[in-house]
């Protein structure tokens, strides 16, 4: 089976910019997160949708970043305008939204991520 | 307080060595706990999900404690392809929602 997909694998912008990444999530799974990481915040949880629901964007930094996922195959997540501090790698995952028999939900599964720099 | 804390390292040990993290929580209604591995600009990736009796997967084993709120992983007999950084993942009670760690660099030793 393939594996998350996400593209581009690297994007180098300037300031300024729309930047959209695109993630397609593992055949079957209905949970989708997009995650940011650098070195001095770690991974960190932008948003997270269940059926192609939005269910948690506590994490979405400002207004500059919007995510969507029309489809059960396609969510993408948008910088505009990008700025210097957004250079991270980005990484997307999905899960199934089962509960396993020792009661937690299952694991994700993370795409090979995006490398942001913006210039 | 960060909700997920550990000791970036580096642990640097010899090949053969035993080493163990640990990884504190802050939020007790965390239900569910794994461990991922992730290589040099890699993604992360499952290592071991962490229950509350503690498991074992060859040479790794975990262990949850939850009255003082921390989970560890033991490596017995490192090898070099055991060097990457381990990522503390804590998941909140009746949400998808995974709180990961900055985690852990391991360098094993020729």
């Known amino acids: 089976d393939a594996g998350v997909i996400q593209s581009p694998r690297h994007e180098v912008t300037e300031m300024g910019q729309e930047v959209t990444l695109r993630c397609k999530p593992i055949s079957g799974h209905d949970y989708l997160f997009w995650y940011r990481q650098t070195m001095m915040r770690g991974l960190e949880l932008l948003i997270y949708f269940n059926n192609n629901v939005p269910i948690d964007d506590s994490g979405m930094p400002e207004d500059r970043f919007s995510a969507k996922m029309p489809n059960a195959s396609f969510s993408t997540l948008k910088i505009q305008p990008s700025e210097p501090r957004d250079s991270a790698v980005y990484f997307c995952?999905?899960?199934?939204?089962?509960?396993?028999?020792?009661?937690?939900?299952?694991?994700?599964?993370f795409g090979p991520g995006t490398r942001l720099l913006v210039l | 307080r960060k909700e997920v804390e550990q000791d970036p390292g580096p642990f640097n040990v010899p090949e053969g060595a035993t080493v163990a993290f640990n990884c504190t929580y802050s939020n007790s209604a965390s239900q569910s706990f794994f461990w991922y591995r992730q290589d040099c600009r890699k993604e992360p990736k499952l290592l071991m999900s962490v229950y509350s009796s503690g498991n074992e997967d060859g040479r790794f084993t975990a262990q949850l404690n939850r009255a003082s709120q921390y989970i560890s992983l033991l490596i017995r007999d490192s090898k070099l392809s055991d060097s990457a950084t381990y990522l503390c993942?804590?998941?909140?009670?009746?949400?998808?929602?995974?709180?990961f760690g900055t985690g852990t660099r391991l360098k094993v030793l020729a």
């Open positions: 995952a999905s899960s199934r939204g089962r509960v396993t028999a020792k009661g937690g939900p299952e694991t994700q599964y």
């Open positions: 993942v804590v998941n909140l009670s009746g949400t998808y929602k995974y709180i």
